[in-house]
């Protein structure tokens, strides 16, 4: 029984991925003890505040970083530092920053929701959005000229919910940030590659804790010295209400020192959905298959292809039952429409494969009511 079935909850297998509805990630075992004796501890938070930046920078190869709650967090952050500095008068006031560069450029394509609004979290920090150009369509023109003295930041957010094309390049806003000498923010928070953006030149990039990481819930910001201490400073204002615990920058630091040597076992996730597949492709109906994920990301995902005269209900149905039943399980299912559900073996505890395909065995037999 886990925790959370104990409290009363039901049990939830994730087969779909670094969710947040779904609780992100499962930390390894060092990062649940790191948690553990954390809590049951004290510390001088300023001086784990500045370690958890120095262990960020050798991470990410940034020259500081600053650790958050999360990666929405880290926008609202990231824009109170480059509004207000290191002054504490303006740290103070935010999020009213009138008469203060408060203006953050966006491009409208990349203005999403990603479980909450994006210019939400910018708002919170100061931030006032300037959306440039049209959802499908931005030139540089329109960047340019939607700078002006009010200016603080250009901001990029790199995400699969935002359109992919028709956008400026992460190196045009660069290089138009440094020419106009405007700070470029960078949420990178779903993204796998802690170095590239820093590498690219970007002064801030954020990114969640609890997804590729794979570490507690929380969130980290690297980039320039200055605007991490200035990061860091915003804790005496609107960064408060958005705290990260003792607990959560040393299982932080756990996570982000076990990430540089962690080899993510693809073999063995392979194995597991080939085992996976040859179980259910002798269920009526379906037809499984190991399939790379579609933007080429090392992710080896089963596709469970649903024929519903056969199987006697649509994949629809078949994910439906899956998600209300005890446990509930919760599968991939961005193609359902053409009758496929997949599932994700990042996210499955031990053995939870084996109880999908006899939960599927279950419902196919059960039909339709
Ligand atoms: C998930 C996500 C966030 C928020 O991350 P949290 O760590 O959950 O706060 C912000 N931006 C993008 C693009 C995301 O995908």
Do not use: W
Not at 63 to 76: F, H, K, L, Q, R
Not at 169 to 181: C, D, G, V
């Amino acid at each position: 029984m886990d925790v959370f079935t104990r409290l009363g909850l039901k049990q939830v297998i994730n087969a779909s991925g670094k969710m947040t509805v779904l609780g992100a990630s499962a930390v390894s075992e060092e990062v649940a003890q790191t948690l553990k004796e954390a809590s049951q501890n004290y510390v001088d938070i300023d001086e784990i505040m500045e370690l958890t930046g120095t262990v960020i920078a050798e991470v990410t190869g940034a020259e500081d970083g600053c650790p958050t709650s999360g990666a929405a967090a880290g926008i609202a952050i990231s824009v109170a530092s480059v509004i207000a500095g290191t002054n504490l008068t303006h740290i103070e006031r935010l999020p009213y920053s009138d008469g203060l560069k408060n203006q953050v450029i966006v491009q409208k394509g990349q203005q999403i929701h990603f479980g909450a609004s994006i210019a939400q979290m910018i708002s919170l920090g100061g931030g006032k959005v300037v959306e440039v150009g049209q959802a499908n369509k931005v030139e540089a023109e329109h960047i340019e000229e939607a700078i002006n003295e009010h200016t603080a930041a250009l901001m990029y957010i790199k995400s699969h919910h935002a359109i992919q094309k028709g956008m400026q390049s992460i190196e045009k806003m660069i290089e138009i940030a440094k020419r106009y000498q405007i700070p470029f923010i960078m949420d990178a928070a779903a993204e796998e590659d802690f170095q590239k953006y820093i590498a690219m030149g970007a002064d801030i990039v954020i990114y969640s804790g609890g997804k590729a990481l794979e570490g507690p819930t929380s969130g980290f910001i690297c980039g320039k010295k200055v605007l991490m201490e200035a990061c860091r400073k915003q804790y005496k204002g609107i960064g408060r209400p958005m705290k990260i615990g003792k607990e959560g920058m040393a299982g932080l630091m756990v996570a982000l020192k076990q990430y540089s040597h962690k080899d993510e076992n693809i073999e063995l996730q392979i194995s597991r959905m080939k085992l996976l597949c040859e179980d259910l492709n002798g269920v009526p109906g379906l037809t499984c298959m190991i399939k790379q994920d579609e933007a080429g990301r090392e992710i080896y995902r089963a596709n469970i292809e649903v024929n519903s005269k056969e199987a006697g209900m649509d994949a629809a149905e078949l994910l439906h039952a899956l998600e209300s039943g005890n446990p509930a399980i919760y599968l991939r299912h961005h193609y359902v429409n053409i009758g496929i559900l997949s599932v994700d073996p990042r996210p499955l505890l031990k053995g939870q494969e084996e109880t999908i395909a006899e939960k599927i065995r279950l419902i196919l037999a059960r039909g339709v009511r």
